[in-house]
């Protein structure tokens, strides 16, 4: 067969995979609209495991679709711990709040298993948080702080590995609840000094020492946004 033919038959071949693929990816809704929604576990840091509990922890996400299977978007961050009991401190009335609340970049990737209703979600995501804390000059012993401040605000970056385990609710798999798992790590450390802990707290003797590292887990809520052409597909 001369290298003519050969070449022809190849682009012949290549204009067909591309056509079929085409069709295949036109079927498909382009963007995905997440929400996780689940409980924070704080690891590092034993002043932020003993004075500090996680409430809840949000992350709403809108990617864009680049292949069949590999999501790009953005995605907002909201979290809020609560100090365990103010009867922790020598004043009663002291209770500190800490919220996250950020936002950045992701990709993601969904792996598909045998069973047409079920698929995990992988996603990394990385960008910056706003730690704030409120509350912090209540009951602060003014003579040892003679100008507490109320309202502390830290910058930071993240990083945010998760998996979702995608149960669809549709045979086109435009809706999925399931399940999330995630961990988070940010370099910004709490330390006693921040907070105001002296000597007479019973934190006085805690460790602050090592970042910011915690797990999420919770439920997830998944919506494919846009038209599906033709028959319905496999993502």
Same mark, same amino acid.
């Given at each position: 067969?001369?290298?003519?033919?050969?070449?022809?038959?190849?682009?012949?071949?290549?204009?067909?995979?591309?056509?079929?693929?085409?069709? +295949?990816?036109?079927?498909?809704?382009?963007?995905?609209?997440?929400?996780?929604?689940?409980?924070?576990?704080?690891?590092?840091?034993?002043?932020?495991?003993?004075?500090?509990?996680?409430?809840?922890?949000?992350?709403?996400?809108?990617?864009?679709?680049?292949?069949?299977?590999?999501?790009?978007?953005?995605?907002?961050?909201?979290?809020?711990?609560?100090?365990?009991?103010?009867?922790?401190?020598?004043?009663?009335?002291?209770?500190?709040?800490?919220?996250?609340?950020?936002?950045?970049?992701?990709?993601?990737?969904?792996?598909?298993?045998?069973?047409?209703?079920?698929?995990?979600?992988?996603?990394?995501?990385?960008?910056?948080?706003?730690?704030?804390?409120?509350?912090?000059?209540?009951?602060?012993?003014?003579?040892?702080?003679?100008?507490?401040?109320?309202?502390?605000?830290?910058?930071?970056?993240?990083?945010?590995?998760?998996?979702?385990?995608?149960?669809?609710?549709?045979?086109?798999?435009?809706?999925?609840?399931?399940?999330?798992?995630? +961990?988070?790590?940010?370099?910004?450390?709490?330390?006693?000094?921040?907070?105001?802990?002296?000597?007479?707290?019973?934190?006085?003797? +805690?460790?602050?020492?090592?970042?910011?590292?915690?797990?999420?887990?919770?439920?997830?809520?998944?919506?494919?946004?846009?038209?599906?052409?033709?028959?319905?597909?496999?993502?």
């Amino acid at each position: 067969m001369s290298r003519l033919k050969v070449s022809v038959l190849w682009i012949h071949f290549m204009i067909l995979y591309n056509q079929a693929f085409m069709q +295949t990816e036109s079927r498909m809704p382009r963007l995905l609209f997440n929400l996780d929604v689940s409980a924070p576990f704080m690891l590092t840091n034993r002043l932020q495991r003993e004075f500090l509990r996680g409430l809840i922890h949000t992350e709403p996400s809108l990617t864009f679709r680049l292949t069949e299977r590999l999501y790009s978007g953005i995605f907002l961050r909201y979290g809020v711990w609560q100090s365990f009991s103010p009867y922790n401190f020598k004043d009663a009335r002291r209770e500190v709040i800490m919220h996250h609340a950020g936002g950045g970049l992701s990709l993601a990737y969904l792996f598909k298993t045998g069973n047409n209703m079920i698929d995990f979600y992988t996603r990394l995501a990385g960008g910056y948080t706003q730690v704030i804390f409120t509350g912090v000059a209540a009951g602060v012993d003014t003579a040892v702080f003679p100008n507490p401040k109320n309202l502390i605000t830290r910058r930071t970056f993240s990083l945010n590995p998760s998996l979702t385990m995608m149960l669809y609710l549709d045979d086109e798999k435009r809706g999925a609840v399931g399940f999330n798992l995630g +961990t988070h790590f940010m370099p910004f450390r709490l330390s006693r000094e921040l907070l105001y802990l002296n000597k007479n707290s019973d934190f006085s003797q +805690t460790n602050d020492s090592g970042p910011t590292f915690f797990l999420t887990f919770g439920v997830s809520f998944s919506l494919k946004l846009g038209k599906i052409k033709g028959a319905a597909v496999s993502p």
